[in-house]
């Protein structure tokens, strides 16, 4: 603990640094997901499932964030609605011009900055499964990246098993269906809700067919550089997102890595 104890203590005085010289978002994101190797450090430790590993640092991370984003908003006395809707709509402007300075035609230009109200909209309304998706996401890659560094160090890690035999509950789906039915109904709260389920739902249903993948580039002896060279293809091509996800979805029925199969065999045996 006295190391966890230090930790805090410099990610404070870092933070409070960057609150000095005018920086007020950098200094909750650093000192939060910094904080994120002391909870990890904590749950690892632990030596608990994989699953319970990823929630308990999610919902740690996400707890530290709503405490930061509250005591910022009254210090600041602006309220945390009111800086959550500033930073999402400074965030907004800064894209724009972005993809202003990438060639696009001024028209469409225009056209963007006319509906920044609207996108800034709908980002706030889905914020929640923004938030969480992030915040997984990252757990999940610090878990898997810490694996590698401590197993080529000698260090003791969790033995998770083999992550690329992983699959979420297929009863996971009926959480989909409820979801994606909710948009169907005419009440906007809803709806909202609805999205915010099915976004987070979809996600678990993505690293499902990530782990499809991993699975077959082991079973195929992929070389690595050609394994983050596809990672890195998936990631920059959202839309290629859009298919491992449905992977992960069509596990549930094809089950592509025979998993139950093997389950059975071994339960005859």
Known sequence: MPGAALCIIALAVVAHVLQAVNSPYSWMFFFVFGALGII????????????????????????????????????????AGVFITQY?????NEN????????VSADQIELVRKSKTLITGIILSLLPALTVTGTMFTVWINILMGEVLFRRRGMWYPDFGDLSRWRCPDSLIWVVIAAAASLFIPWYPIKIIGMNVLIISIFIYML???????????????PIILRVTGYAIIFIQQLLLVLVAGLGLADIWFDFRN??????????L
Request: no cysteine.
């Open 40 to 79: 990890l450090s904590e749950t690892l430790r632990r030596n608990m499932s994989i699953e319970k590993t990823v929630t308990i640092s999610t919902a740690a991370v996400l707890f530290m964030s709503v405490i930061a984003v509250i005591l910022y908003g009254i210090v600041s006395g602006k309220g």
């Open 96 to 103: 724009i011009e972005l993809y202003a300075q990438t060639g």
């Open 208 to 222: 499902r067919g990530f782990a499809v993948i991993s699975f077959y580039f082991r079973r195929k002896n992929i």
């Open 259 to 268: 998993l139950d199969k093997n389950k059975k065999n071994n339960a005859e």
């Open 88 to 92: 999402i709509a400074e965030t907004v």
